[in-house]
């Protein structure tokens, strides 16, 4: 039995976020490494990964980290979606194929379950579903009594959901060569084919049997299920501090706090867990690190700087700052004053513009989310959900409350007034204040 990892695709809702979702790096390690340990774990160690060729190389560099593993890319030259990538890796599948979006994260359970659930036999496909409280932007599965896909309504409108199962890109399927041949019938203007062959199979009296499952799953399509992948790998994580690290004596390090080598924790810091500090990074004197946050390796986090909550990059710089609830990627700068906002007047969830459609998050606490080497002046307040493109700059005293389109720079321009002055100080107040701190 073959895995097919599409790692092909574009993620066109993740701006400013540029880097491929499966090589984001969760506790040290790219999402993409995670995903296949998973793999491996359930017992699949023959790959053919879809790549695209921007990625390849550092997919080829991941793939060659494993023993054990045996594994074929293939280059899809354009993000033509699921079909068109099983259509370039065709003439390597045969017989039973697993099909993977590794953009999502779920437990190793998962494909245990779906291959448990293969072995019962009669049926074509077997496809994850998953149970959903909340209206999620995916495919929804409308089945029969007997638990057999009857058709997939892709991305209805909210409020007009077929049923509370969502489909979860982990299928199964027994014969590759059929599903391919389903493929072939398709006639669609949508990025639609594969979900629309398995229609055609199930309309033609193909057995599709759903496979339930319940445990942790989270589909990243925006930059904010960042924080829900964080949660799910620093929920599992152990306190483990590398001997290489250096602590102050004064430093309070409390929990589930994952600290990578050549780490420094000055003086009066303090880092509550859950939390993960990458490798050679420093947490400055006075810094608050706490509530899920993710550092990112070589990061200074500067003097009296609090991070709430935030996915950092790897070679960012803060100093005396608050970062509340906010993806920040690499290489980015913020100077002494900046305020990242996450919450707002009206308490109410914060919202983020895609394209022209305004997305409700889900999350009343939501800060800045900052593309790649950003930056930003002394005393900048970013508003709560606002986007800043990559390479770009918010100048000293802004307070940004719309996006910031890549490679951009915004900056007050304050008009002088120099006049006379005719106020009289007295230091009455002073000598009054400074008798009353004395009596303290």
Known sequence: ????????????????????????????????????????????????????????PAIESIVAGFPGIRARLVVQEKALGIANALETAARFLKGEVVIVNPNDVFETSALITLIRGSRAGGAAAYLIGYKVKDYFPGGYLVTNRRNELQRIVEKPPRGQEPSNLVNILLHLHTEAAQLMKYIGRVETSRDDVYECALDLMASDGEKIKIVPYAGFWQAI???????????????????????????????????????????????????RGPAYIGAKSIIGNNV?????????????????????????????????????????????????????????????????????????????????????????????????????????????????????????????????????????????????????????
């Open 1 to 56: 039995m073959k895995a097919v990892l599409l790692c092909g695709g574009i993620g066109k809702r993740m701006f400013p976020i540029t880097e491929d979702k499966l090589l984001l790096r969760f506790v040290g390690q790219p999402l993409l490494t995670h995903q296949i340990q998973k793999l491996k774990e359930a017992g699949l160690r023959e790959l053919v990964v879809v790549v695209s060729p921007q990625n390849a």
């Open 221 to 271: 399509k925006y930059p904010w299920h960042i924080f829900g992948v964080v949660r799910y790998f620093l929920g599992r994580c152990q306190r483990s501090i590398s001997p290489s690290a250096q602590i102050s004596p004064s430093a309070i390090v409390e929990g589930n706090v994952v600290i990578e080598d050549n780490v420094r924790v000055l003086e009066n810091a303090i880092i």
């Open 288 to 440: 608050l690190v706490r509530d899920y946050s993710h550092i990112g390796r070589n990061c200074v986090v500067g003097y009296s700087t609090e991070v709430k909550g935030s996915y950092i990059g790897d070679n960012c710089w803060f100093h005396s700052s608050y970062v509340g609830d906010s993806i920040i990627d690499d290489n980015c700068s913020l100077a002494a004053g900046t305020v990242l906002a996450n919450f707002r007047f009206d308490e109410k969830n914060v919202k983020v513009k895609v394209g022209s459609e305004s997305i409700d998050t889900g999350l009343d606490k939501l800060g800045a989310i900052i593309g790649a080497s950003s930056k930003t002046g002394i005393n900048a307040s970013i508003m709560p959900g606002v986007r800043i493109g990559p390479r770009s700059f918010v100048g000293s005293h802004v307070c940004l409350m719309r996006d910031l389109p890549p490679d951009r720079m915004v900056l007050m321009e304050p008009r002088y007034r120099t006049l006379d002055s005719n106020i009289a100080l007295s230091d009455d107040k002073k000598t009054d204040l400074m008798g009353r701190l004395e009596k303290l």
